[in-house]
T-cell receptor, first 115, second 117 residues
Framework: DQQVKQNSPSLSVQEGRISILNCDYTNSMFDYFLWYKKYPAEGPTFLISISSIKDKNEDGRFTVFLNKSAKHLSLHIVPSQPGDSAVYFCAASSITQGGSEKLVFGKGTKLTVNP | DSGVTQTPKHLITATGQRVTLRCSPRSGDLSVYWYQQSLDQGLQFLIQYYNGEERAKGNILERFSAQQFPDLHSELNLSSLELGDSALYFC????????????????FGPGTRLTVL
């Protein structure tokens, strides 16, 4: 059961345009959502997160939008740069009653930004 | 450089064997997380330790175990290895308990590539 889905395995955009990466989730108990970026031969890097009580969080060129009713979030990168070419993972987190965290990742979307 | 170190970088072993992967977290971080990245499965959260205690379990097989030592480094033990265990294993660390909360972002190490032949 894939609780966090990134349905597009790959995305290609032109430098300077907007990149939109999408993520869907099924578990309404998730209350935090995170995006990570991963370059080949390196570990993932935390990019941005959003709490379920918000619908938007912005950090420089990166903005995450959350639509709770649709159980959907998206990461917007504007403007896209060649250095943004990487695999992007969406993740969702919830805290159980016992105080431990449940953390689920999507399979990733490979973004290619063409010069 | 994230400040998280993992050894070894590469490991090649045979089915049925046992291996130990090691992780040193960033200075001051109390949480250590282990992840598995297989070809088709994305990142799978395995287990989290906080200040020496197990705090959260993900999709970790019974053949796998982990621990965090008093100096906060962590080891992931994989036993009775199967071909399907071949993957990249990442360790991450963070100051506190819960991922992504402000001030508690995870920092990932470069990973250990395990190949089971």
């Amino acid at each position: 059961d894939q609780q966090v889905k990134q349905n597009s395995p790959s995305l290609s955009v032109q430098e300077g345009r907007i990149s939109i990466l999408n993520c869907d989730y099924t578990n309404s108990m998730f209350d935090y959502f995170l995006w990570y970026k991963k370059y080949p031969a390196e570990g993932p890097t935390f990019l941005i997160s959003i709490s379920s009580i918000k619908d938007k969080n912005e950090d420089g060129r990166f903005t995450v939008f959350l639509n709770k009713s649709a159980k959907h979030l998206s990461l917007h990168i504007v403007p896209s740069q060649p250095g943004d070419s990487a695999v992007y993972f969406c993740a969702a987190s919830s805290i159980t009653q016992g105080g431990s965290e449940k953390l689920v990742f999507g399979k990733g979307t490979k973004l290619t930004v063409n010069p | 450089d994230s400040g998280v170190t993992q050894t070894p970088k590469h490991l090649i072993t045979a089915t049925g064997q046992r291996v130990t992967l090691r992780c040193s977290p960033r200075s001051g971080d109390l949480s250590v997380y282990w992840y598995q990245q297989s070809l088709d499965q994305g990142l799978q959260f395995l287990i989290q330790y906080y200040n020496g205690e197990e705090r959260a379990k993900g999709n970790i097989l019974e053949r796998f175990s982990a621990q965090q030592f008093p100096d906060l480094h962590s080891e992931l033990n994989l036993s009775s290895l199967e071909l399907g265990d071949s993957a990249l294993y990442f360790c991450a660390s963070s100051p506190g308990l819960y991922s992504g909360r402000i001030g508690n972002e995870q920092f990932f190490g470069p990973g250990t590539r395990l190949t089971v032949l």
